[in-house]
């Protein structure tokens, strides 16, 4: 399973490469209104920034219109910032009308806010390279997030479709453990979330124990 990070703050994009087991980068707009960035241009650096931080992994930028011909057009633009660009696309007609689009002129993308297994099947059918499940806001209104992942793995299974499917939302540790054993090709998280999977208080007791023992023995 590959493993993103699902910021737009650079630290911590830098924090989870340092640690080696970083696959790429995802954001949405209100992860980059969150950092202050703002504006077409500085959006645009933002975005290239993350990309040379994030070698050769891949790096999801969303677009902000809705209609066919302005998604076409953003995506264009984000495309071409970086061979590591993947255009987030939203779920919606002229979303899936766009990756059809994107798909038949080379460019990859990720197909976001998907909270059905029907969405994730026309996203598939339209070419997505990647489609993004919403686990935690599906859980926030007492739905089961994990039972999508499930049902979106068992019918892309069923046909062979070669779209990844990108768990979004990762509320916490549990979250991503889940995801591996549904089959989700890819998580993407919130560093804290990332970090969580450290712990375990049997590690921390089971370290202590034994740099006791040794110092006890070589003084
Ligand atoms: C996915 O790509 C989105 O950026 C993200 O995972 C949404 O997460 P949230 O529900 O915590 O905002």
Redesign the pocket.
């Known amino acids: 399973m590959k493993f993103f990070i699902?910021t737009a703050n650079l630290d911590q994009i830098k924090e989870a490469y340092d640690l080696g087991i970083l696959d790429g980068v995802?954001?949405?707009p209100?992860?980059m209104a969150k950092e202050g960035i703002t504006g077409k241009q500085n959006i645009l650096d933002h975005y290239v920034n993350i990309c040379n931080i994030a070698g050769t992994g891949d790096v999801?930028a969303?677009v902000i219109s809705t209609d066919f011909e302005g998604i076409i057009r953003e995506g264009h633009v984000l495309a071409e910032l970086h061979k590591n660009i993947v255009v987030?696309v939203p779920m919606i007609k002229s979303g899936v009308k766009a990756i059809k689009y994107f798909s038949e002129h080379g460019i990859r993308t990720?197909c976001?806010l998907i909270f059905s297994p029907g969405q994730a099947l026309l996203a598939a059918k339209a070419g997505a390279s990647y489609i993004?499940p919403?686990i935690?806001?599906l859980d926030?209104i007492h739905l089961d997030g994990i039972a999508l992942i499930e049902q979106i793995v068992k019918i892309f299974n069923n046909y062979d479709f070669r779209t990844e499917i990108?768990a979004?939302?990762?509320?916490n540790p549990l979250h991503i453990v889940k995801c591996a054993e549904a089959g989700a090709d890819v998580v993407?998280?919130?560093l804290p979330s990332i970090l969580g999977l450290l712990n375990h208080p049997l590690t921390d007791a089971g370290l202590a124990q034994f740099l006791a023992d040794h110092k006890k023995a070589n003084g």
């Open positions: 699902d995802t954001t949405n209100s992860l999801s969303e987030k990720n976001t993004s919403f935690g806001r926030d990108l979004a939302s990762i509320r993407t998280c919130p």
